[in-house]
């Protein structure tokens, strides 16, 4: 079983900043790599960023230049820096995990339950 744990959500005035953060743990042999996602009320869900193990991190373009994203291979933790934030970036954010349980075994994927970002003034 693998657990995947948000934190560091809660409320921000526009233009302010939030860290959160995220730990994978359980039955995980290696983590590929590690993302956001977010779902806004009545939205569907969508990716925000990703890290791999190596490093190579993606955003989307609403996040670039704002979020950044970082990551402890040692620890499985991945956290999300959100800088100037606006109302629309109000949701729930989701951490995602994609890891092998044991060696040469296909990748799979877990969710979090998420943690809730509300911007408002």
């Known amino acids: 079983q693998v657990q995947v744990v948000e934190s560091g959500g809660g409320l921000v005035q526009p233009g302010g900043s939030l860290r959160l953060s995220c730990v994978a743990s359980?039955?995980?042999?290696?983590?590929?790599?590690m993302a956001w996602h977010r779902q806004a009320p009545g939205k569907q869900r969508e990716w925000v960023a990703q890290?791999?193990?190596?490093?190579?991190?993606t955003y989307t373009d609403s996040a670039k230049g704002r979020f950044t994203i970082s990551r402890d291979n040692a620890k499985n933790t991945v956290d999300l820096e959100m800088n100037s934030l606006k109302p629309d970036d109000t949701a729930v954010y989701y951490c995602?995990?994609?890891?092998?349980?044991?060696?040469?075994?296909?990748?799979?994927?877990?969710w979090g339950q998420g943690t809730q970002v509300t911007v408002s003034s």
């Open positions: 359980g039955s995980i042999f290696s983590i590929y790599a």
């Open positions: 995602y995990v994609v890891f092998r349980r044991y060696n040469y075994s296909p990748t799979t994927n877990a």
């Open positions: 890290i791999t193990s190596g490093g190579v991190t």
